[in-house]
């Protein structure tokens, strides 16, 4: 008897092979599923990257605050005060 009073009965040879049917196709249906839609993938991962880019420009205009704001606002804040120093300097040099 089993740990719940059931009787634990061997798995016949036909459900073994079911059992390797189905390990076999999960498989291969797997394989040939990579086999085929990673050309599509690769084909057409120009046109969902540039989907990506204008749906982030997007959201970043419109305010949502995608992923990466926060370095973009950085890099901008960072080049205006470079533009600053610099427009400070030519005016030094020009009242010389």
């Not at 839609?37 to 084909?43: C, G, H, K, Q, Y």
């Not at 305010?63 to 804040?77: F, Q, S």
């Amino acid at each position: 008897m089993g740990q719940n009073g059931s009787e634990v009965q061997p798995v016949s040879n036909n459900q073994q092979l079911y059992q390797k049917v189905a390990k076999i196709s999960k498989v291969l249906t797997i394989f040939w599923s990579i086999i085929i839609f990673s050309p599509v993938l690769i084909i057409f991962s120009p046109l969902w990257v540039s989907a990506f880019c204008v749906y982030w420009m997007y959201s970043y205009g419109t305010g949502k605050h995608p992923i990466g704001a926060d370095l973009v606002d950085l890099a901008r804040d960072a080049i205006l005060e470079t533009v600053d120093e610099m427009k400070n300097k030519v005016e030094q040099l020009g009242k010389v």
